[in-house]
């Protein structure tokens, strides 16, 4: 019967295999050495959050009304291109033999796509690029289309159709991204990007309370935070590692450095967030986690946090949750941050599961 058994499982895994590999050869143009790894951005579309590039920009997909918006002025040609995932006639594209620098943004969003320094000449009749400015700028789709396996790559913020991706393209990336001159828009390097092209006006922010995992876990969930960081900052020792700050003497404190597009939360909402993830009455320690490195700490990247941040804690001490309950957190400005080490980061989007919110 274990024989049975075996076999019937070997099987499988030879057929699960097989599967897996016809599907990675229909992909291969998909694994490209400029994808990001996994991390705190890596969010799912349609998960209700804004969508962050690593470059900083918004790339939140687009509702449907909207892309009919900006379609409106678009010729039949783009039209045809871009929503209809037509092709151009290959020598015809007017940014085929573009030599200018600059950057090449979507025709339709303006989302940056490729820069010049990634444009080479491939004798293919289309603009050619070997990699996009950023990786989380570009959709993939597996495209059967006229009897053949291609990649598609779509525009990650409105869905346009770009064209096509090779794995016939030079170093570093072995990549050919095929681009139709319709799709894009190109601008010199001498001219300013309009604001839909541009990078979010980010703001920071750090706070320190616990376990680093755990706070790094709970902003990353906020709708608007676009990256958050472990880390240790307070203390007097330059770039301390965790075994240091873990003996206590190095006076820092394990904070997390939260950098947010302050047109989707504000520093007072992440005041409010930051007092649902930790008991800040406690003094250094949070549950489990006793030492000065657990403390409740605000870190005031400038003078107007500094001033919400301490009328906000005095506004929250007269409040009936508090009405008992001594409020221990510190509000300082914010010295130098250091970046915990590489096994710290992301912690729980990493290895799954999530620190529980306090009960008091």
């Known amino acids: 019967m274990k024989i049975v058994v075996l076999v019937v499982v070997a099987v499988c895994a030879a057929i699960a295999l097989a ?16 994808q990001p790894a996994a991390g705190s951005q890596m969010r799912r579309p349609g998960d209700g959050r804004p969508l962050y590039s690593r470059s900083g920009h918004d790339i939140t997909p687009l509702a449907p009304a909207r892309v009919d918006e900006l379609a409106r002025d678009l010729s039949p040609e783009e ?15 007017r940014l085929l033999d573009n030599r200018e620098e600059g950057t090449y943004v979507c025709r339709l969003c303006g989302l940056p796509l490729f820069s010049s320094d990634a444009k080479f000449k491939s004798g293919t009749g289309w603009p050619s ?7 989380m700028h570009i959709r993939y789709l597996r ?5 053949m396996v291609r990649t598609e790559i779509q525009c990650a913020r409105c869905g346009s159709h770009l064209g096509h991706v090779f794995d016939d393209g030079p170093p570093p990336t072995g990549k050919r991204y095929c681009l139709n001159s319709a799709s894009l828009k190109f ?7 309009p604001p839909e092209s541009r990078p979010v006006a980010a703001e920071t922010a750090y706070f320190a309370g616990g376990c680093f995992w755990g706070i790094e876990d709970r902003f990353q969930q906020v709708p608007g935070v676009m990256d958050a960081v472990s880390g240790y900052q307070g203390g007097t020792t330059t770039r ?17 450095r939260v950098t947010f597009d302050p047109k989707r939360v504000t520093y007072r909402q992440l005041l409010e967030w930051f007092f649902r993830f930790h008991d800040p009455t406690t003094l250094n320690r949070q549950g489990p986690d006793v030492g000065e490195q657990y403390r409740s700490a605000i870190f005031a990247a400038t003078d107007a946090q ?26 300082v400005p914010a010295g130098p941050f250091y970046e915990a080490e590489d096994y710290h980061q992301d912690y729980h989007a990493r290895h799954g599961g999530s620190c529980p919110l306090p009960t008091f």
């Open 79 to 93: 039209r045809h291109i871009l929503l209809d995932k037509g092709t151009e006639r290959p020598f015809c594209g």
């Open 129 to 135: 690029f070997f990699r996009p400015v950023d990786a």
């Open 240 to 256: 301390p590692t965790y075994k240091e700050v873990c003996t206590g003497r190095t006076g820092h404190a394990e904070t997390v």
């Open 19 to 34: 599967v897996s590999a016809l599907w990675a050869a229909g992909r291969g143009a998909m694994r490209t050495q400029t």
């Open 143 to 147: 495209d059967l289309s006229h009897g």
């Open 306 to 331: 500094l001033r919400e941040a301490k009328a906000f804690i005095e506004e929250q001490a007269k409040s009936d949750r508090f009405r008992n309950r001594k409020i221990v957190t510190q509000v």
């Open 187 to 193: 601008y010199a390097a001498s001219a300013e990007l």
